[in-house]
T-cell receptor
Framework: GAVVSQHPSWVICKSGTSVKIECRSL??????MFWYRQFPKQSLMLMAT?????????EQGVEKDKFLINHASLTLSTLTVTSAHPEDSSFYIC?????????FGPGTRLLVL | EDQVTQSPEALRLQEGESSSLNCSYT??????LFWYRQDPGKGPEFLFT???AGEEKEKERLKATLTKKESFLHITAPKPEDSATYLC????????????FGKGTKLSVKP
C-alpha cells in the first residue's frame, strides 16, 4: 500500500516552455501533498505544500508564479514549471501524506536546454 | 532554528560488518522522526517512523531507535543491496506535517 506515482519520469524541454508534472496517490486519498526539489548530492528541499481544493503554501524563496501547483482531487496534484530556464533543471519529487507519514513518488528529472 | 544533522556523510562497510548511522535533531515539538532510503535517481522509500524516546522499530537488517535528541539506524550484517543514501527527517509539529530533512548518509557495502 501507500504508492505514489509521478509522470513523466524525465523530461527535456527548451528554455521558455512550460512543463507539467503529475503526482498521484494510487491506493489512498491524500488531503495534503508536497513538492520537493533535489539538487545533485543534496537533500530534499520543500518547495510547497498542496492541499486539496485550496491554494498551495509556498516556502520562502519559491516563486509561486513560476511553480504553479494545483491539487484538484484527493489523489492528484500537479506542478507546472512555467517559462522554464536552465537553472530550473533539477530532480522534482512529490509526496503524499496519510496519517503522519509522507510517501514519496519516484521523482521527475527535468532538463531545460 | 530547527535542524536535523546526520553523520557520517558517507560510510563504507564490508559485507557483514555491522554499524550505525546517526541523526541528531533540535526541534521544538517533535511529531515524529522518519527514516527513508533513497537509491540514486529515485524518490525516498519509507522505512520507519518513531514518535517517542525509547521507541524501537525493526525491518530485516535495520533497526531504528530514538532518544530525546537523536536517532540511530543500526544495520546488522549488511549486504551490498543495502547500499543507498539513508535520509532522516523530522516532523516539527507544523499542522501540515512538514518535514525537515538531514543531508543523508551514503552507505556503500562492499562484497
Amino acid at each position: 500500500g501507500a504508492v505514489v506515482s509521478q509522470h513523466p519520469s524525465w523530461v527535456i524541454c527548451k528554455s521558455g516552455t512550460s512543463v507539467k508534472i503529475e503526482c498521484r496517490s494510487l491506493d489512498f486519498q491524500a488531503t495534503t501533498m508536497f513538492w520537493y526539489r533535489q539538487f545533485p548530492k543534496q537533500s530534499l528541499m520543500l518547495m510547497a505544500t498542496s492541499n486539496e481544493g485550496s491554494k498551495a503554501t509556498y516556502e520562502q524563496g519559491v516563486e509561486k508564479d513560476k511553480f504553479l501547483i494545483n491539487h484538484a482531487s484527493l489523489t492528484l496534484s500537479t506542478l507546472t514549471v512555467t517559462s522554464a530556464h536552465p537553472e530550473d533543471s533539477s530532480f522534482y519529487i512529490c509526496s503524499a501524506r496519510t496519517g503522519e507519514t509522507q510517501y514519496f513518488g519516484p521523482g521527475t528529472r527535468l532538463l531545460v536546454l | 532554528e530547527d535542524q536535523v544533522t546526520q553523520s557520517p556523510e558517507a560510510l563504507r562497510l564490508q559485507e557483514g560488518e555491522s554499524s550505525s548511522l546517526n541523526c541528531s535533531y533540535t526541534v521544538s515539538g517533535l511529531r515524529g522522526l522518519f527514516w527513508y532510503r533513497q537509491d540514486p535517481g529515485k524518490g525516498p522509500e519509507f522505512l520507519f517512523t518513531l514518535y517517542s524516546a525509547g521507541e524501537e522499530k525493526e525491518k530485516e537488517r535495520l533497526k531504528a531507535t530514538l532518544t530525546k535528541k537523536e536517532s540511530f539506524l543500526h544495520i546488522t550484517a549488511p549486504k551490498p543491496e543495502d547500499s543507498a543514501t539513508y535520509l532522516c527527517a523530522v516532523n516539527y509539529g507544523g499542522s501540515q506535517g512538514n518535514l525537515i530533512f538531514g543531508k543523508g548518509t551514503k552507505l556503500s557495502v562492499k562484497p
